[in-house]
């Protein structure tokens, strides 16, 4: 399905004409190897949310290619604040993105999981409660889940005192789920960056200065630079920019 505002490519090879979804698909399609892909939408000065909410920021296509991401993926990667603070329901797809995957050989709806050091979870946020598929709670050795959570989801321990975003993605590797999408928040982008676990940023630019406040799409302690090759840029009718990092 291709409605809305158009999408064009600017870099490399621009298109005059808009791309359906087909072509989306296949400018963000699913790699050959294990890849961790992080998507996040930003103000043009840095800003992440807009009155505390990342959906101040995120228009038509901006959903249009965030849907897509969540089809192409075998998981989806999110913090406990941000499954919160946002409050995440249920990952689900419509019938046509279904049969994408059906005919990709994946599974009907991508496994959702959660990354929480003090599991302060709600059994019953939808995100859990009407999951399609048992989501995955990845923390650490330490610590207690409130009760109900390991009806809902199971709870997966990688370290000690701290979770092991290494270990639990090579985890989550060994379950046959390689390409992971991983939705923020800021603070596990900070952590994931910081472990050198970022393959992949596919980075929405909307067209409006947020003003001081709002925090980067990354957080946590200081680290080195990390180079991301520019991959390709699109831009929506609308003004909205997308951009695609990656490694070599």
């Not at 406040?213 to 080195?224: F, L, M, N, W």
Request: net charge negative.
């Amino acid at each position: 399905m291709t409605v809305g505002i158009p999408i064009r490519r600017l870099w490399p090879e621009p298109s005059v004409e808009p791309l359906d979804d087909a072509a989306l698909t296949a400018l963000y399609g699913r790699a050959d190897r294990p890849r961790l892909r992080v998507n996040f939408v930003s103000s043009l000065d840095g800003a992440v949310t807009v009155d505390g909410f990342s959906a101040g920021l995120s228009g038509e296509p901006d959903k249009r290619v965030f849907g897509l991401l969540r089809m192409v993926c075998d998981a989806l990667v999110v913090a406990a604040g941000t499954l919160r603070h946002e409050g995440y329901r249920a990952v689900r797809l419509d019938e046509g993105r279904r049969a994408w995957r059906r005919a990709n050989g994946l599974a009907a709806y991508p496994t959702l999981v959660v990354v929480s050091g003090a599991l302060d979870l709600d059994p019953a946020q939808a995100a859990f409660a009407d999951a399609p598929v048992r989501p995955i709670v990845l923390t650490h050795s330490d610590a207690e889940p409130p009760p109900g959570l390991t009806d809902v989801a199971e709870v997966l321990r990688c370290g000690a005192g701290r979770v092991d975003l290494a270990a639990a993605l090579a985890e989550l590797h060994g379950r046959g789920l390689t390409q992971l999408l991983c939705e923020g928040g800021p603070h596990l982008l900070g952590a994931l960056t910081a472990a050198d676990l970022v393959d992949e940023l596919c980075l929405t630019v909307a067209p409006l200065l947020a003003g001081p406040g709002p925090g980067r799409i990354t957080a946590g302690d200081a680290t080195g630079p990390m180079h991301l090759p520019l991959r390709h840029v699109l831009a929506a009718d609308d003004g909205v920019l997308m951009l695609r990092h990656a490694r070599d």
